[in-house]
C-alpha cells in the first residue's frame, strides 16, 4: 500500500463511520477499485484507522468521560452487549459475507428501510432528545438494532440511528448515542483484529500508518461535528436516497 492508498483509505473511513452510509462497505468497495488485496498486512492497517475514528469521538465527547456520566455509560455499555455476543460468536460465518453482491443488496436494503421510518418518523413527537435521558429498555433496543450492522454494507450508525429513532430519539439524539456506541464496538472490533494481525503491524510502511491514521482522525472528528449541525435542519432521506443509488451501482457493476 502506498501513501496515496493509505490517504484515500484513510479519508473514507473517517468520512463514513460515523455516517449512516456504511465503513466497512465503502472500505471494501474503494479497497477493490484501488486494487489493495485483502492480505493480512491490509487487514492491520484497517485497525489502525478504526483506532483514529476511536480517539475522534474521545476527542469530540471529552467532557463526557466523568463519573457523573458513569450511567450514560452503563447504557452505552449495556447496547453494545449484543453485537458484542453475536460478533464474537458467529465471527467466522459473518466473515463469509464480505462480498461486492452483499454489500449492494444491503446498501440498497438501508436505504429502502431509512426512507420507509422518515416517512412515518415525527420528530417533534420525538421525548428524548438528550443522550442522558436514555432509558435502559431504550438502550438494550438500540443495542439489538445495532446487531444487523454484523451484515456488510448494512452500516453500524445506520442500524443504530434507527434503532433510535424508533424507540423515541430525536435525530441529534440518535446520531450522539450512535457515536458514543461506537467506542465499545470499534475498540472490541480493533482489539480483536489486533491479536489476530498484530504480527502483520510490520509489514506496513511506518509512514503509511501515520499518514492513514492522521487522515481519518482528522476526517472523523470534522465529519462528527459537521453531522451533528446538518441534522438540526436536514433529515435522513439523502442518505437514504444515496444508499440506494449507491447500492444499485454496485450490481450493476458486479
Given at each position: 500500500m502506498d501513501i496515496l492508498q493509505a490517504v484515500i483509505l484513510g479519508i473514507v473511513e473517517g468520512f463514513t463511520e460515523f455516517l449512516p452510509i456504511s465503513s466497512t462497505g465503502h472500505l471494501i468497495v474503494v479497497s477493490h477499485w484501488l486494487a489493495i488485496n485483502q492480505t493480512d498486512t491490509n487487514k492491520a492497517f484497517e485497525v489502525i484507522i478504526q483506532f483514529a475514528a476511536i480517539l475522534a469521538v474521545i476527542a469530540n465527547y471529552s467532557d463526557k468521560f466523568t463519573l457523573a456520566h458513569r450511567v450514560l455509560w452503563?447504557?452505552?455499555?449495556?447496547?453494545f452487549i449484543p453485537i458484542g455476543v453475536v460478533g464474537l460468536l458467529f465471527h467466522h460465518q459473518i466473515k463469509e459475507f464480505f462480498t461486492l453482491s452483499i454489500v449492494a443488496v444491503m446498501f440498497i436494503v438501508g436505504g429502502i428501510v431509512f426512507l420507509i421510518v422518515e416517512y412515518f418518523y415525527k420528530e417533534q413527537a420525538a421525548h428524548v432528545t438528550d443522550v442522558e435521558n436514555i432509558s435502559y429498555k431504550q438502550a438494550l433496543w438500540i443495542g439489538?438494532?445495532?446487531?444487523?450492522?454484523?451484515?456488510?454494507?448494512?452500516?453500524?450508525?445506520?442500524?443504530?440511528?434507527?434503532?433510535?429513532?424508533?424507540?423515541?430519539?430525536?435525530?441529534?439524539?440518535?446520531?450522539?448515542?450512535?457515536?458514543?456506541?461506537?467506542?465499545?464496538?470499534?475498540?472490541?472490533?480493533?482489539?480483536?483484529?489486533?491479536?489476530?494481525?498484530?504480527?502483520?503491524?510490520?509489514?506496513?510502511?511506518?509512514v503509511t500508518l501515520l499518514v492513514g491514521f492522521a487522515v481519518s482522525f482528522v476526517i472523523a472528528y470534522l465529519t462528527i461535528k459537521l453531522f451533528l449541525r446538518f441534522l438540526e435542519k436536514f433529515t435522513f432521506v439523502g442518505f437514504g436516497i444515496y444508499r440506494i443509488a449507491f447500492g444499485v451501482l454496485l450490481l450493476w457493476l458486479v
Amino acid at each position: 500500500m502506498d501513501i496515496l492508498q493509505a490517504v484515500i483509505l484513510g479519508i473514507v473511513e473517517g468520512f463514513t463511520e460515523f455516517l449512516p452510509i456504511s465503513s466497512t462497505g465503502h472500505l471494501i468497495v474503494v479497497s477493490h477499485w484501488l486494487a489493495i488485496n485483502q492480505t493480512d498486512t491490509n487487514k492491520a492497517f484497517e485497525v489502525i484507522i478504526q483506532f483514529a475514528a476511536i480517539l475522534a469521538v474521545i476527542a469530540n465527547y471529552s467532557d463526557k468521560f466523568t463519573l457523573a456520566h458513569r450511567v450514560l455509560w452503563t447504557k452505552v455499555i449495556l447496547a453494545f452487549i449484543p453485537i458484542g455476543v453475536v460478533g464474537l460468536l458467529f465471527h467466522h460465518q459473518i466473515k463469509e459475507f464480505f462480498t461486492l453482491s452483499i454489500v449492494a443488496v444491503m446498501f440498497i436494503v438501508g436505504g429502502i428501510v431509512f426512507l420507509i421510518v422518515e416517512y412515518f418518523y415525527k420528530e417533534q413527537a420525538a421525548h428524548v432528545t438528550d443522550v442522558e435521558n436514555i432509558s435502559y429498555k431504550q438502550a438494550l433496543w438500540i443495542g439489538i438494532a445495532q446487531v444487523f450492522a454484523l451484515i456488510p454494507g448494512t452500516s453500524r450508525a445506520g442500524s443504530s440511528i434507527i434503532g433510535a429513532m424508533l424507540v423515541g430519539m430525536n435525530r441529534k439524539a440518535s446520531a450522539e448515542f450512535s457515536f458514543l456506541l461506537a467506542l465499545p464496538v470499534l475498540a472490541a472490533a480493533a482489539g480483536f483484529d489486533t491479536l489476530k494481525h498484530y504480527q502483520d503491524f510490520s509489514g506496513q510502511s511506518l509512514v503509511t500508518l501515520l499518514v492513514g491514521f492522521a487522515v481519518s482522525f482528522v476526517i472523523a472528528y470534522l465529519t462528527i461535528k459537521l453531522f451533528l449541525r446538518f441534522l438540526e435542519k436536514f433529515t435522513f432521506v439523502g442518505f437514504g436516497i444515496y444508499r440506494i443509488a449507491f447500492g444499485v451501482l454496485l450490481l450493476w457493476l458486479v
